[in-house]
């Protein structure tokens, strides 16, 4: 069984760092796309990051790129995100999604999807 | 960059059949495919539908997306409404640098 289980949320300060975790397991995952998708309760997904099964290439969106960054574990079948120099409006809950394809050259679709841990900004 | 235009709510009866529109704002939404996904209440979001009409895993057949060119959207249809189905629908898709979801469709069945 699929299972992605992120950690790492919680409360940080406007300009504050946190280093977001995602446990994968029930599949091989070093051979999968990983993504990033926030949400700000009560409102729709927003796409945050990805990165391709080696780590060799990611992605982000305009309005993270230079503060986040998305890495991966495969030993240790652990992805990551971390954030740096956080503004309130990166407050939400963060899911971490794998792709629906293994061993391809490009992204195409979320799969799975983790529980979502909430990142709160807030002084 | 484009944008996908969702409608904010529909509503259906149980047994019926509802459709819902997802419209990219430019560029041709044949260039890349849609994904449709769903979100129960107070839930993590599941896949309905990959790559413009393949169903995941374990989604039932009632559920079916589809393309139109000439209109450029994408439809979600979901026959024979159970009261389960009763979630926020989101489309999404992507171009060379960017993944975009759509608002969201708060489906009601009623």
């Known amino acids: 069984e699929v299972q992605l289980v992120e950690s790492g949320g919680g409360l940080v300060p406007p300009g504050g760092s946190l280093r977001l975790s995602c446990a994968a397991s029930g599949f091989t995952f070093s051979n999968y796309w990983m993504h990033w998708v926030r949400q700000v309760p009560g409102k729709g997904l927003v796409w945050v990051s990805h990165i391709n099964s080696d780590g060799s290439s990611t992605r982000y969106a305009d309005s993270v790129k230079g503060r986040f960054t998305i890495s991966r574990d495969n030993a240790k079948n652990t992805l990551y995100l971390e954030m740096n120099s956080l503004r309130a409006e990166d407050a939400a809950v963060y899911y971490c999604a794998r792709d629906v394809y293994e061993l391809v050259l490009v992204p195409a679709a979320l799969n799975y999807w983790g529980q979502g841990t909430l990142v709160t900004v807030s002084s | 960059n484009f944008m996908l235009t969702q409608p904010h709510s529909v509503s259906e009866s149980p047994g019926k059949t509802v459709t819902i529109s997802c419209t990219r704002s430019s560029g041709s939404i044949a260039s890349t495919y849609v994904q449709w996904y769903q979100q129960r209440p107070g839930s993590s979001p599941t896949t309905v539908i990959y790559?413009?009409?393949?169903?995941a895993s374990g989604v039932p057949d009632r559920f079916s997306g589809s393309i139109d060119s000439s209109s450029n959207s994408a439809s979600l249809t979901i026959s024979g409404l159970k009261t389960e189905d009763e979630a926020d629908y989101y489309c999404?898709?992507?171009?060379?640098?960017?993944?975009?979801f759509g608002g969201g469709t708060k489906l009601s069945v009623l």
């Open positions: 999404q898709s992507f171009d060379s640098s960017n993944w975009v």
């Open positions: 790559e413009d009409n393949q169903r």
